[in-house]
């Protein structure tokens, strides 16, 4: 595969033209360029990053979570939620697998259908590239992207290694999230420049901020970890471990929340998954009268957890001093804790972008635009964005195999 970086200020010369070039040398970039290459197509891969794929290398600690086995379109945000369905039913989790496995890489489940990989994020990398140099393509990074136009048939791309023309463009950029590896918009104003339309976008897979007494409260609690269910404005339910900071709410659960939240919003949270508080309290009055409230929290959550929801309800009584205005106070604070985020963390920390290049403006089936023929936009950067725990990069695999073995 030609790799070929800036040095020394000299740059890498392109061919006139090509079949295929592809901005955006990510996941969804790199495995649409391995699709075409194997169909044919002379593919050059563009990226203004000196290094390809950093989203792979941070995900989910260096482990990377590269697909889940519970892959459906029902599991992905987008204003048509039908619009995933036909790519992710063409090329599936197992797929993938299979491309791993002739690589000799190896896999584990985690908990909800989540697959990382044994060798880490470093290995899914070289197989990717492995792949995409088996596959005739052409990497070029550290490139600047100056101008996109069509005046014929042909795109005309300047750089700032020269021009390259070619029939088909694939839009790889990804969205606004996580800045400071590389992020932008740059996808989004093509779109533009070529009539698309942009679904507003948004932080998501994001950590909620707090202000005033919450976020005194929370930062106190800074480290405490507890699972919880937290439903959304839109009844949207999530099951899964909340994290407290020092700026307000983190894990898995109040990630799934964010990507669904709207400002101003208020959020619904369940300290008691599975249980019915109102019974269970009524039981312990009976069976242990002289047993304390901070006891009985206590054995159901961890000690800064139980002195603070004590603290705030002030029902620091034995069991057999609890009425039943108490027993409905406390069933109400643990089943149902309503409380307003003030923001987000933003894009700087967020895992994904919501929202994206409006999916009624693209074919489901190839990913092409309706405005403009030969035109491709896949992964972050459409209007599809999937669920915490291995959907996006699900959807970044399939989303370039329908671009790739279609232009």
Not at 53 to 65: P, T
Not at 164 to 177: E, K, P, V, W, Y
Not at 268 to 297: C, E
């Amino acid at each position: 595969m030609s790799v070929i970086r800036s040095n020394s200020g000299k740059l890498g010369p392109f061919e006139a033209s090509t079949d295929l070039v592809i901005i955006g040398a990510g996941a969804a970039g790199l495995f649409a360029g391995i699709e075409a290459g194997r169909r044919g197509k002379r593919v050059v891969l563009l990226d203004h990053s000196g290094k390809p794929a950093e989203k792979i290398r941070i995900s989910g600690g260096g482990r990377c979570n590269f697909t889940n086995l519970e892959t459906h379109a029902s599991r992905f945000l987008s204003s048509n939620r039908h619009f995933a369905k036909s790519a992710l039913a063409r090329f599936t989790p197992w797929d993938f697998i299979e491309r791993m496995s002739a690589h000799g890489l190896t896999w584990h489940e985690k908990t909800l259908g989540q697959l990382f990989c044994d060798q880490k994020s470093p290995a899914i990398i070289k197989f990717l590239l492995d792949d995409f140099e088996a596959a005739g393509g052409q990497l070029f990074l550290d490139t600047q992207i100056n101008e996109i136009t069509k005046p014929d048939d042909q795109f005309r791309i300047a750089t700032s290694r020269g021009e390259i023309q070619t029939q088909a463009l694939i839009i790889a950029t990804g969205g606004l999230s996580i800045p400071k590896i590389g992020a932008t918009g740059f996808g989004y104003d093509i779109a533009r420049q070529f009539g698309h339309s942009i679904v507003e976008t948004r932080p998501g897979l994001v950590p909620f901020t707090f202000s005033g007494a919450l976020l005194e409260r929370f930062a106190g609690l800074s480290g405490v970890a507890t699972p919880v269910d937290i439903r959304t404005a839109d009844k949207t339910e999530f099951h899964e471990a909340m994290l407290f900071t020092h700026r307000g709410l983190s894990g898995p659960a109040v990630l799934q929340a964010s990507s669904y939240w709207q400002p101003g919003e208020s959020i619904s949270i369940n300290y008691a998954p599975g249980k019915n508080v109102r019974d269970t309290l009524s039981d312990a009055r009976q069976a242990s009268p002289r047993q304390g409230m901070k006891d009985w929290l206590t054995g159901l959550f961890p000690a800064r957890l139980a002195d603070d929801i004590l603290n705030e309800t002030g029902l620091s009584k034995r069991m057999s001093e609890l009425s039943n205005k108490d027993i409905e106070i406390m069933a109400s604070r643990l089943a149902r804790h309503e409380i307003t985020p003030t923001a987000t963390e933003g894009y700087r920390t967020a895992e994904v972008t919501v929202g994206g290049v409006n999916t009624d403006e693209l074919s489901s089936k190839t990913m092409e635009s309706k405005l403009c023929p030969g035109l491709y936009f896949i992964g972050e950067v459409v209007d599809v964005t999937g669920w915490l725990g291995g959907y996006n990069f699900q959807w970044a695999w399939a989303s370039a195999h329908a671009a790739g073995t279609n232009c």
